[in-house]
């Protein structure tokens, strides 16, 4: 159907770990990104540095230890505090100090978080986003954005959550990712949301995360891409807190295989069962 190509970024080693009764170690995470980077996947999201001691070991460890031929490993953290400066910020920090190329950076899309979760206004909220952006870049690093509670945010109130993403882009952010954190679209939904977003933001490279606690991660991420999205997250064997994120098992054979579209080298494809198996071991 399409000989564009969809990169594969790979969650496993920090939100699939979000499942109940999954716990890696620090050599543990090791071995599955070499595992992953054997498979072939653009992107392997290794932690959040600074969050827990385990994931500040991982990352210490893969600048010594990791020989990542195809994949590029990835930090994952949160804009900086409200009413902070980025360069102060300690989260901001220890994503510099965890000495990847990329980062991804995760903050609210949905004015609702903003008001509760994050308490302040829209205003700085959205500086949050474009502050963090800008100072990473500044310091060399390649930036990702995802949108969090997009999909919910912009059924609420898409001004800001257009404001979100668009604030994203301007910065700088080589991707724009947009989130079903509760996991709850649906597939036609996601076809006029990511329609809409494409158009509206013109020349942005977008992504796609989607959770799946209606059983939908697989199929919406297929949508998702049918609208245009060119990154596409997710975990081995659907691992992820509640009942999990979109299965990169099944995304990869059903864009590869079935639709044609790049993903993994295709001469790896073959290599799917064997990864399943191998992070199922290592993950108990």
């Given at each position: ?66 020989d990542l031929q195809t994949s590029t490993l990835v930090a ?51 500086a949050m986003i474009g502050d963090s952006i800008e100072y ?119 864009l590869s295989l079935k639709m044609g579209i790049e993903t ?21």
């Amino acid at each position: 159907m399409s000989t564009r190509p969809v990169e594969i970024y790979d969650t496993t080693l920090r939100d699939g770990t979000q499942q109940e009764g999954i716990s890696l170690t620090a050599r543990d995470k090791l071995k599955v990104a070499t595992l992953l980077d054997s498979l072939g996947v653009a992107y392997v999201e290794g932690g959040w540095p600074g969050a827990n001691p385990k994931d500040d070991e991982f990352f210490r460890r893969a600048k010594i230890e990791l020989d990542l031929q195809t994949s590029t490993l990835v930090a994952f953290g949160a804009t900086r505090r409200a009413n902070a400066l980025p360069q102060d910020d300690a989260q901001l920090a220890a994503l510099l100090a965890a000495d990847t190329d990329v980062i991804c950076l995760v903050g609210k899309a949905w004015d609702y978080h903003v008001e509760h979760a994050l308490r302040t206004d829209a205003d700085e909220a959205l500086a949050m986003i474009g502050d963090s952006i800008e100072y990473l870049r500044s310091q060399g690093r390649r930036v990702f954005f995802d949108a969090e509670h997009f999909f919910d945010g912009y059924r609420a109130n898409p001004d800001f959550a257009m404001a979100a993403v668009r604030t994203a882009h301007e910065a700088g952010a080589e991707r724009v990712v947009l989130c079903d954190t509760n996991g709850g679209l649906l597939s036609h939904e996601v076809q006029r949301i990511v329609g809409e977003v494409g158009e509206g933001l013109g020349d942005a490279t977008l992504g796609c995360h989607f959770h799946n606690d209606t059983g939908m991660a697989v199929a919406n991420s297929i949508t998702a891409v049918l609208e245009g999205v060119h990154q596409v997250q997710g975990c081995i064997n659907g691992y992820g807190e509640r009942t999990g994120n979109a299965d990169l098992c099944s995304l990869i054979p059903n864009l590869s295989l079935k639709m044609g579209i790049e993903t993994i080298p295709e001469d790896r494809l073959s290599r799917l069962t064997t990864v399943s198996h191998h992070v199922a071991d290592l993950v108990n």
